[in-house]
DNA sequence: TAGAAAATGATACGGAGTATCAACTTCTGT
DNA sequence: ACAGAAGTTGATACTCCGTATCATTTTCTA
């Protein structure tokens, strides 16, 4: 890294240089103490480019979310009345996917975002964005009740906390089956919340209590839930 | 507010001068365009002042969470094996109190958290906090298995959504019964959480279906719970 | 190829935040 | 009560981020 040559100029973007150099130069000094003028030089730019491509220092350190949440969004809306479960499930994979798929670049941000309260922050509201998108979905689907809206908003805070559960596993090289660990964990969520959803047909559950063994009663109930009870 | 009388200046800290101008002045200019200079010169302190009091311009906004955070730490320390929930509600109550005491000045933090990027930053990620709380006492509960990690993170944040989701309903004047709204959605947590949980005694879940409705069939469940049965 | 449009860089500035030192106030021991 | 120590506060200089403006360079179009 002694600065920029001819060829790397023309090949790569403002953004992409600058980006580089200001990861570069984080991991070698640390955030706060590396400054936007470290960061242009290396970068051969001007520091007005770099408040015309980012809005701030912090920006250069997260990726665009805006695509990103597009995207998910887009999958929310392709749900049909009966693919609830797994549109949400679908659009957090899109999430994690992405973040698997910047690899390296993620890992450094993890490490950044742990030891710089400011970039923690950002982070942290980041996640918001995303629970609303859910938080919405859900809104739309579920009616307007005071207790519909609480609902929504817990299953979208949960699936956000999932997701984010595994992602924060695998940053910390705690698991290497990430995807694998998202189906597990949205399964958890499932269950919590989907197990009582008006999509079941037909189900009525008594609570009846008795001292007796369940070996005992079991063919008792067998016995009184069939067409013929003796 | 024509500046500091005598009276005031003895009776009051520069602590609370300060924060009682930075909010007089964010209400009528706004946070962005009331400078740290503004502040300090209505309070009648010296601007060296405030930073040795406040870390930075937003903490002014905000209450000190080291408190709060202990507070409920201890109420969860007290809990019993018996009173997971009712310790991790109280705990939730705790807060709701102190922001409900707080009265107005929430409400001004609020209006100023809506439309300032950086402090809705620091707000969203001083929620999480509250959820570490909470997930740490879950994982010394639970044990030590990926999925009662998983379980503690997704009780924890179930908890501060719902707290939260409370708040803002009272903040936006949406609600006068803000303790009652925190048990419903406190219950609606433990029912996705708690129905499950190993505290429970000696219950025994059955699931079995039949096609007879449930007027015919429960005087037979009856019968085969009976100590004789017929 | 000339001119327009767009992109880039240099510069000045304000404000938050840090560090240092001078001045002031409070406390302590005799 | 007073001198000196300790603690607190304010003034000042400075760095850095972020904004605004204008000059210069580059790219595009007819």
Redesign the pocket.
Same mark, same amino acid.
């Given at each position: 890294m002694r600065g920029v040559e001819d060829g790397e100029t023309t090949g790569r973007s403002?953004r992409d240089r600058m980006t580089a150099a200001a990861f570069s130069l984080f991991a070698e000094r640390g955030f706060d103490s $590396? *400054?936007?003028?470290d960061i242009t030089r290396l970068a051969?730019?001007?520091? $007005? *480019?770099f408040?015309?491509t980012f809005?701030?220092?912090?920006d250069v350190v997260f990726p665009d979310h805006e695509d990103l949440l597009a995207r998910i969004e887009a999958r929310l809306a392709a749900s049909g009345p009966d693919s609830t479960w797994v549109a949400l499930g679908d659009a957090a994979a899109i999430v994690l996917e992405q973040y698997l798929g910047e690899g390296e670049v993620a890992r450094l941000r993890y490490g950044l975002t742990s030891v710089v309260p400011a970039l923690r922050e950002r982070e942290i509201a980041s996640a918001q964005r995303y629970r609303l998108v859910f938080k919405r979905f859900l809104r739309d689907l579920l009616g307007d009740t005071p207790r519909d809206a609480l609902r929504a908003d817990l299953i979208a805070a949960a699936i956000v906390t999932a997701h984010n559960h595994v992602l924060l596993r695998w940053l910390r090289g705690e698991t290497s089956t990430p995807q694998k660990d998202l189906t597990t964990a949205l399964g958890a969520v499932t269950e919590a919340f989907g197990g009582t959803s008006s999509e079941d047909e037909g189900t009525t559950v008594v609570v009846l209590r008795s001292g007796q063994g369940i070996e005992t009663l079991l063919p008792r109930l067998r016995s009184a839930l069939s067409d013929s009870p003796d």
């Open positions: 403002a $590396t *400054t936007i003028e051969g730019v001007g520091r $007005t *480019t408040f015309r809005g701030s220092k912090e």
